[in-house]
């Protein structure tokens, strides 16, 4: 089946730095890809739809200057969370499209 | 507003047992039901899906059972074996794109 990674799979970061998580698709092209967040024991929150060569779109209430996203290839997407606070702890999760929907393994962010 | 309702938050079956999940929607638009799994610190990983034009869908053990008229949706776990011990997550959507996820159910199947 499609593979989808992540990286890194978990980072720890001071508040007010930034982080940058990649999502790639291994062994497909993805022109959409998803970017979820996860708090424990709760479902997934869709964040933003991410489309190749073309600006994100966001869920309602999600920051986009806060949860800048890039998706610069068919096979490559990124969320940076600027200046990141401990309440932006969380897993987040993307997904890439290919006819059905291929998560990747997460990435566990912890904000000091 | 939950667009996707899930029951029940938590499942304790034991082995050899039939785990049912259920699922109701509200958007008439939506037509591609996955159900998915997750394993503690892992992505979900798609099971099986289903669109409305069929009623039942099986795969090996799992079978996704679908209710148009009252826009419903079940995921059955035949003959439920301790590795199936997950979080399970019913979504729904329209067309390959986004979907809603349900709250998800916590299935611990006993020996």
């Known amino acids: 089946g499609a593979v989808v990674s992540q990286h890194p799979s978990w980072v720890i970061c001071k508040s007010g730095t930034s982080v940058k998580i990649e999502c790639r698709s291994l062994?497909?092209?993805?022109?959409?890809m998803f970017w979820y967040r996860q708090f424990p024991k709760q479902s997934l929150m869709l964040m933003a739809t991410s489309n190749e060569g073309s600006k994100a779109t966001y869920e309602q209430g999600v920051e986009k200057d806060k949860f800048l996203i890039n998706h610069a290839s068919l096979t490559l997407s990124t969320l940076t969370v600027t200046s990141a606070h401990p309440e932006d702890s969380s897993f987040y999760i993307c997904?890439?499209?290919?006819?059905?929907?291929?998560f990747g393994p997460g990435t566990r962010l912890t904000v000091t | 507003q939950q667009q996707v309702k899930q029951s029940p938050q938590s499942l304790i079956v034991q082995k050899g047992g039939i785990s049912i999940i259920n699922c109701a929607y509200e958007n008439t638009a939506f037509d591609y039901f996955p159900w998915y799994q997750q394993f503690p610190g892992k992505g979900p990983a798609l099971l099986i899906a289903i669109r409305p034009d069929v009623s039942e869908k099986k795969e090996g053990r799992f079978t996704i059972s679908f209710n148009k008229s009252a826009k419903q949706f079940s995921l059955h776990i035949m003959d439920s074996q301790p590795g199936d011990s997950a979080t399970y997550f019913c979504?729904?959507?329209?067309?390959?794109?986004?979907?809603?996820f349900g709250i998800g159910t916590k299935l611990q199947v006993i020996p």
């Open positions: 062994d497909f092209q993805a022109t959409t």
């Open positions: 997904s890439a499209l290919d006819y059905e929907q291929y």
């Open positions: 979504a729904a959507g329209g067309g390959y794109q986004k979907v809603t």
